[in-house]
């Protein structure tokens, strides 16, 4: 199997399958004992290869709400108690993946495609019924980790930082969208997707981490382009970000269409 082969990725377009595994996290996550705001209840989720762990805490801190939100959880990924994502928003998720795309724009776009995979559980696999847990298969584990050993080197080079490993990156996106889905498909204590369409929740937020620096990336591309070659900068490529965040209240997903051509030719029709 060539390199191209394993991140090459088909357009995906839900069905009862992937509805199905969704249902089966929140009841799982909906099960999961709570603890208090100041003692919560740790829930290990996937032990990882270098000895991290990426877990839930029991409640998170929409518990604090005025209208609380009793499901909620805190994503983690860390090692001996100590959380590498601790408080980690938009704007530090975002900013790993800028990071690569300056690095090197190949490999940004197979991060992308392999976060794609993510958000749509296709290297997701089933450890026990019941229990869909992301587990890649040893070609894409092996892939991941041949990606990662080079950004190590571009992110000291580039940056003068050390940043988190990719495979704790994706173990961490993957609980924050399963922690979407709880927050946003469960009524009255059980799983519902007729309240709020399939695409909210894991969908809208995985995808939004893939658009927004797409969009983005291509802004910094084209500074970087029109400064050497003297020519005119077009903002509208940024501006057309801040739009999009504005109408859509803080989603922001590129179509099909665009992910095809941007994401091109690894993710495909």
């Known amino acids: 199997m060539t390199e191209h082969d394993i991140i090459t990725t088909k357009i995906f377009k839900s069905n009862k399958e992937f509805i199905a595994k969704r249902t089966k996290r929140i009841e799982e996550a909906i099960a999961f004992e709570g603890g208090t705001i100041e003692n919560p209840i740790k829930h290990l989720i996937s032990a990882l290869p270098n000895e991290k762990e990426a877990y839930f805490f029991k409640p998170g801190k929409e518990i604090l709400r005025r209208r609380p939100n009793v499901y909620d959880m805190s994503p983690t990924v860390g090692a001996n108690g100590i959380s590498e994502t601790e408080s980690w928003a ?23 495609v392999i976060l794609y995979r993510n958000c749509f559980l296709i290297d997701h696999q089933e450890i026990e019924e019941g229990k869909f847990r992301y587990l890649p ?6 892939y991941i980790d041949k990606i990662e050993f080079g950004l190590k080197d571009g992110f000291m080079d580039k940056f003068r930082t050390k940043e988190i490993g990719l495979l704790e990156y994706l173990h ?11 927050k946003y498909h469960t009524v009255r204590g059980k799983p519902d997707f007729k309240r709020n369409g399939k695409r909210v929740g894991r969908v809208n937020t995985i995808l939004s981490v893939i658009s927004a620096p ?3 990336s291509n802004f910094i591309l084209d500074i970087i382009h029109k400064t050497e070659k003297k020519g005119i ?3 509208k490529l940024i501006t057309s970000t801040i739009q999009m965040f504005a109408k859509s209240r803080g989603i922001c997903v590129l179509s099909n269409g665009k992910l095809l051509k941007d994401l091109n030719p690894y993710l495909e029709s």
Do not use: H, P
């Open 90 to 112: 938009f704007e530090k998720i975002w900013e790993y993946l800028i990071k690569i795309s300056i690095i090197n724009q190949i490999t940004f776009k197979k991060v992308l």
């Open 137 to 142: 298969s040893k070609d894409l584990s092996s």
């Open 172 to 182: 961490f996106i993957d609980l924050l969208g399963w922690n979407e889905d709880v």
């Open 214 to 216: 797409l969009m983005i």
């Open 233 to 235: 900068i077009d903002v």
